[in-house]
């Protein structure tokens, strides 16, 4: 497709589980980030991926959080045993990773995540 | 690290008021600035763009924003606001590092009064 696309749109799991999203970038775009937005908040970088280099972890907010991705495509969002506070919208955007083009992110349109 | 501050978290105006939301980022090398927009049960939209050039950005709808480069701001402007300018907005910073990490500001909400 043209844009990024996110699955599962919505995902209820209980507590303790774990959970995965998935996220297909727009075609050719090196750069993939994951950002969560917890309801009536900001938008808080999770984890960022660039082409070959390592990713940029700093965002993860615990060792129950991961994340993959197979060279310049899919990612997969990995919670493992899920806590109520991880109910949020979890985001995917890719860009072009060059600030030539003034490296625009283009968003999916997000996995809402609730935990009962 | 770079970071990004938006000090309005909720703006109330009427429809004409003119709009102006700040937005600061710390981060001493060249920058891409970014203003998105989120419309009530929509996904985040891009509004405009900084990455060379004039300083002045204009975007959709109207709106612009300015960067100044002394004072590390990157405001979002508009004359005059309408009742359908009702949304989110953020302000991103990418920096010019290895890497092309983008980085969001915790957003400000905008509600236009009819």
């Known amino acids: 497709g043209a844009g990024v696309s996110q699955s599962p749109s919505n995902k209820v799991t209980e507590k303790g589980k774990d959970v995965e999203l998935r996220c297909d970038p727009i075609s050719g775009h090196t750069a993939l980030y994951w950002y969560r937005q917890r309801l009536g908040q900001g938008l808080e970088f999770l984890i960022y991926?660039?082409?070959?280099?390592?990713?940029?972890k700093s965002g993860l907010p615990s060792d129950r959080f991961s994340a993959e991705r197979t060279g310049e495509s899919v990612s997969t969002l990995t919670i493992q045993r899920t806590q109520q506070e991880d109910s949020a919208v979890y985001l995917c955007?890719?860009?072009?990773?060059?600030?030539?083009?003034?490296?625009?992110?283009?968003f999916g349109e997000g996995s809402w995540l609730t935990v009962v | 690290a770079q970071s990004v501050s938006q000090h309005n978290h909720h703006v109330i105006l009427s429809e004409a008021a003119s709009l102006e939301l700040g937005c600061n980022y710390s981060y001493g090398g060249t920058v891409n600035l970014f203003w998105y927009v989120q419309y009530p049960g929509q996904h985040l939209q891009l509004l405009l763009k900084?990455?060379?050039?004039?300083?002045l950005v204009k975007g959709i709808k109207g709106f612009e924003a300015e960067f100044i480069k002394s004072k590390f701001s990157f405001n979002l402007r508009k004359p005059s606001v309408q009742w359908s300018d009702t949304a989110e907005y953020f302000c991103a910073v990418t920096a010019h590092t290895g890497g092309f990490k983008t980085i969001f500001g915790a957003g400000t909400r905008l509600f236009v009064k009819a």
């Open positions: 955007a890719s860009s072009l990773g060059q600030p030539s083009s003034g490296n625009t992110i283009y």
């Open positions: 900084y990455f060379s050039g004039d300083p």
């Open positions: 991926f660039q082409g070959n280099s390592a990713p940029d």
